[in-house]
């Protein structure tokens, strides 16, 4: 069983490893074909989202169409999370004068916020390449829109007032649209596993709430504006056209 493991795994790095053997000449002609991306950022939260939420990471993966001309066609999705949590007021209501929760033992248990939260998003992109020996690398601008998602994860062991039924009550579960505009620089080169982007991003969504908070006895009705802003670098993995006259092997 384990013969088969190591020969299944030898097979799989082989099946990795050739794809890459094939190069496509990027610094003499323009390329085109799929860019898949996996990036990390992080963030800092403004307008109605940093009255809850301290900063954040976001790991995004994401799939393009790069033409001829350098535009650049896809969708994205990220994963949101943190763990600086502002607005701990939300539990005044439940909590003891000193600010603490009462597990069912009667002990103080130990309690962690989370942020949590996701968005799925649509772009469209030009490079703007001023390297003549390089006409697939230089200063990209993308424009996105989709949908976007958050909220707060609460973790109190043996703790009945936050537990997976009174838990919605305070989570301040949010969604919206969004849009996100990003200012950076792609790298495309010969080798295909040393492709990069880098840069500043901004995120503007328009959520409101989903649920009814306890601690206010009343419906999240109100619309927000959620601010997002923060440096991504991330990671590509081009997969070009095959043209039979700008690929060679080496």
Not at 98 to 124: H, K, W
Request: hydrophobic share 40%; net charge positive.
């Amino acid at each position: 069983m384990r013969k088969a493991s190591y020969s299944l795994i030898i097979v799989l790095a082989f099946c990795l490893y050739k794809p890459a053997m094939a190069q496509y000449n990027v610094k003499d002609s323009v390329a085109t074909g799929v860019l898949v991306e996996a990036s990390y950022a992080a963030q800092l939260p403004g307008g109605d989202l940093a009255k809850d939420f301290g900063w954040n990471s976001n790991v995004q993966i994401g799939a393009y169409y790069k033409t001829k001309n350098n535009w650049i066609f896809g969708a994205q999705g990220a994963f949101i999370f943190g763990n600086v949590l502002r607005n701990t007021s939300i539990f005044d209501s439940i909590a003891t004068s000193d600010r603490n929760l009462i597990a069912n033992d009667g002990t103080y248990p130990s309690v962690s916020y989370f942020e949590r939260g996701y968005d799925i998003q649509f772009s469209v992109g030009k490079l703007f390449t001023f390297s003549k020996p390089n006409p697939n690398s230089g200063i990209l601008v993308t424009l996105n829109g989709g949908y976007i998602r958050h909220h707060i994860r609460i973790q109190a062991p043996n703790t009945p007032q936050v537990d997976s039924l009174y838990e919605q009550g305070y989570d301040r579960l949010t969604q919206g649209f969004c849009f996100t505009e990003f200012v950076g620089y792609q790298y495309l080169g010969n080798m295909r596993m040393l492709n990069f982007f880098a840069g500043f991003e901004f995120t503007q969504a328009f959520t409101q709430g989903l649920r009814y908070d306890f601690d206010l006895m009343k419906m999240d009705s109100q619309n927000k504006h959620d601010l997002l802003s923060g440096f991504r670098v991330g990671w590509i993995l081009p997969i070009y056209r095959q043209e039979s006259t700008k690929f060679y092997t080496y």
